[in-house]
C-alpha cells in the first residue's frame, strides 16, 4: 500500500510540474519558421585524375616501387644528419653515415667523394683511396671515379705517375675537359711531353676550354725552342 501511495505521489508531481510548463511555455509568444527556401543543389565533385602510375603493375612491382621510395626517404634522413655532423666538426661521424649510407645507395657519389676528402684531410690517406675504390667498384662505366682516384694520386700524394693510370681510363668515358687538362699536367711533370701536346689538343676541342689552348701554345713553343738547342 505505501509503496502504491508514493508511486501515485510521483506520477502526479511530474503532471503537475508537465503542466506548469506547459502554461509557461503557453505564455511564450508564438515563433513563426520562415518559409522553405529553395536551394540548388551543390555540384558534383570532380573526378580527381587518375594516377596511371601502377597501371598494370603486378602487387609484387608496386610493393617494390613503395619500398624504393622508403627506402630514399631513409637515405636522405641520413644524410641530413651526415650534413649536420659535418657543420659541427664532427667528422668522423660525417664518415661512418656516409659509408654506411652508399651500402644503402651505390649510386650515391656524393657521399663517397666526401668520406674521401674527409679521411684524406684528416691524413688517412690509404683509406681514402679504398673508398674511391669502393665507388669506383659500384660505378665502373663512367669517368667520376677514375677521375677522383686521379685527383686523389696528383694532388694529395704528389704521384703524377701513379694518377696518369686513372686519368687515362677517366678519358675513355665522356668527360668534362678538366679531366684532359689534368692528364696533360701529369704527362708534363713527368716529362712525356709529346703525350702532354696530345692530351692539350684533345682538351682544346671544347669549345670553353681556354686554358688548354694557351697551355697547348706554350708547350709547342718550349718543345720548339728546346728541339733548336740540340746539337
Not at 506548469?20 to 519558421?33: F, N
Not at 668522423?92 to 651505390?106: E, G, K, R
Not at 691524413?123 to 681514402?128: C, I, M, Q, T, V
Not at 682516384?149 to 686513372?166: E, M, S
Amino acid at each position: 500500500m505505501r509503496m502504491t501511495r508514493s508511486v501515485t505521489l510521483s506520477v502526479l508531481g511530474m503532471a503537475c510540474l508537465l503542466l506548469g510548463t506547459r502554461g509557461a511555455l503557453a505564455q511564450l509568444p508564438s515563433l513563426k519558421r520562415p518559409p522553405l527556401q529553395h536551394r540548388p543543389a551543390p555540384p558534383e565533385p570532380k573526378p580527381l585524375p587518375y594516377d596511371p602510375f601502377f597501371k598494370g603493375k603486378l602487387l609484387s612491382q608496386t610493393q617494390e616501387v613503395l619500398s624504393d621510395v622508403v627506402l630514399q626517404d631513409a637515405i636522405n634522413q641520413m644524410w641530413e644528419q651526415a650534413d649536420q655532423h659535418g657543420h659541427e666538426g664532427e667528422y668522423n661521424h660525417f664518415i661512418n653515415i656516409s659509408l654506411v649510407v652508399v651500402q644503402a645507395d651505390p649510386q650515391f657519389r656524393t657521399a663517397y667523394e666526401t668520406a674521401a676528402y674527409l679521411l684524406r684531410s684528416t691524413g688517412r690517406l690509404e683509406e681514402a683511396v679504398e673508398v674511391l675504390k669502393q665507388g669506383l667498384k659500384a660505378n665502373p662505366d663512367e669517368y667520376y671515379f677514375y677521375d677522383e682516384l686521379g685527383q686523389h694520386f696528383l694532388i694529395a700524394r704528389n704521384d703524377p705517375r701513379g694518377a696518369i693510370t686513372y686519368y687515362e681510363q677517366a678519358i675513355k668515358y665522356k668527360c668534362p675537359w678538366m679531366t684532359h687538362n689534368m692528364l696533360a699536367t701529369c704527362y708534363e711533370r713527368t716529362n712525356q711531353l709529346d703525350k702532354a701536346v696530345k692530351a692539350l689538343e684533345r682538351a682544346a676541342t671544347y669549345p670553353d676550354n681556354r686554358n688548354a689552348r694557351r697551355r697547348l701554345e706554350n708547350l709547342r713553343q718550349r718543345m720548339e725552342q728546346s728541339g733548336k738547342k740540340k746539337p
